[in-house]
């Protein structure tokens, strides 16, 4: 797709409604989930790719292209549908390869909380769990979800729910992921016992969240923004994070992994907004925010329940 297009729907987008309004992208999309593309090939590489042996109509080809460009945001991916390269604002594979050697999901009733578009869901397939569900109650992430995945034609199920409707979700899990949410919660440990009640006995929880160094038992609680984030409540260090996961019941807790996020990992394209990380870091000292406090840094943790 050339620039030229996306930057026209973009900046139509900007111009005639407001980005929560979600209408003319739902429509954009069911449009999409009319056409029947056949002899398709999914890849769940670092790039989530879909192709197809058939000649695609340039109708077919623009009908997809629209629907891609007003569901901008992309932030979770890559993806390739049809030759089009949706770089996203977060290389995700980097994440989930992170993750990858410390979970084997077969057989097993699988939740991915937050899951955004459920780029991470759909490379979890190759697991072949018995039952995969993302909440996520964001309607943009969701249209993503159901553009991607008419082709894709997993039974992942989608629900337009958060963290906080698990407690009266239809079932347990045995593997919840919660992926870059706890820090968005204004009661870190209230949420935490909310994964734990939604967990099946010997249920594990795996997740990542933003911390910062130092060995107290201490949390960073920003003023307003962080990073330009507007919405971040807590910043705990690891002992902090321990802590929090101890009292919620958690039993077993391992600490994955600790990374700082670079700009190779979150940066901006022309399927994003025109800001990222490189944007809202100190540009003097890429160790701090703009605001004044540590750079983003996560822990990558696994713990379970009795
Ligand atoms: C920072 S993104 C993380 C996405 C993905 N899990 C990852 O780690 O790359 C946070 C996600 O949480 C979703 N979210 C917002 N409120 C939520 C809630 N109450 N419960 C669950 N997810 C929520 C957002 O829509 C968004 O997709």
Redesign the pocket.
């Known amino acids: 797709m050339n620039n030229n297009n996306i930057e026209t729907i973009k900046a139509k987008k900007n111009k005639a409604y407001s980005w929560k309004n979600i209408r003319p992208i739902y429509e954009a999309v069911q449009k999409v989930k009319k056409l029947e593309i056949q002899d398709i090939k999914v890849s769940l590489g670092d790039t989530v790719q879909i192709q197809t042996a058939q000649d695609i109509s340039t109708q077919d080809i623009q009908t997809i292209q629209k629907a891609l460009a007003l569901l901008i945001p992309w932030r979770?991916g890559p993806f390739e549908i049809f030759d089009i390269d949706i770089q996203t604002e977060?290389r995700?594979y980097i994440?989930y390869d992170i993750l990858r050697p410390h979970f084997d999901l077969k057989d097993k009733v699988v939740a991915?909380?937050?899951?955004?578009n459920g780029y991470?869901m759909f490379k979890m397939t190759s697991d072949k769990p018995r039952k995969l569900v993302g909440?996520?109650?964001?309607a943009l992430?969701k249209l993503q979800f159901d553009m991607m995945n008419h082709f894709i034609k997993s039974d992942i199920k989608f629900e337009l729910l958060?963290?906080?409707h698990l407690q009266l979700y239809d079932h347990k899990f045995d593997t919840i992921f919660m992926?870059?949410?706890l820090y968005?919660r204004a009661d870190p440990i209230g949420t935490l016992k909310q994964l734990k009640n939604a967990l099946l006995p010997r249920g594990e929880v795996i997740l990542?969240t933003f911390i910062i160094d130092g060995d107290g038992d201490m949390c960073l609680t920003p003023q307003s923004r962080y990073a330009m984030i507007p919405n971040i409540y807590f910043i705990p260090t690891i002992k902090a994070l321990t802590n929090w996961l101890g009292r919620a019941g958690f039993i077993d807790i391992e600490v994955l992994n600790i990374s700082q996020t670079t700009t190779h990992e979150q940066r901006a394209t022309r399927w994003t907004f025109d800001q990222s990380l490189a944007n809202f870091l100190n540009p003097d000292d890429h160790n701090l925010t703009l605001e004044g406090y540590p750079a983003p840094k996560r822990a990558y943790i696994k713990a379970r329940v009795l």
């Open positions: 979770k977060w995700s994440k991915d909380i937050g899951c955004n991470y909440f996520d109650p964001s992430c958060g963290v906080e992926l870059g949410v968005h990542d």
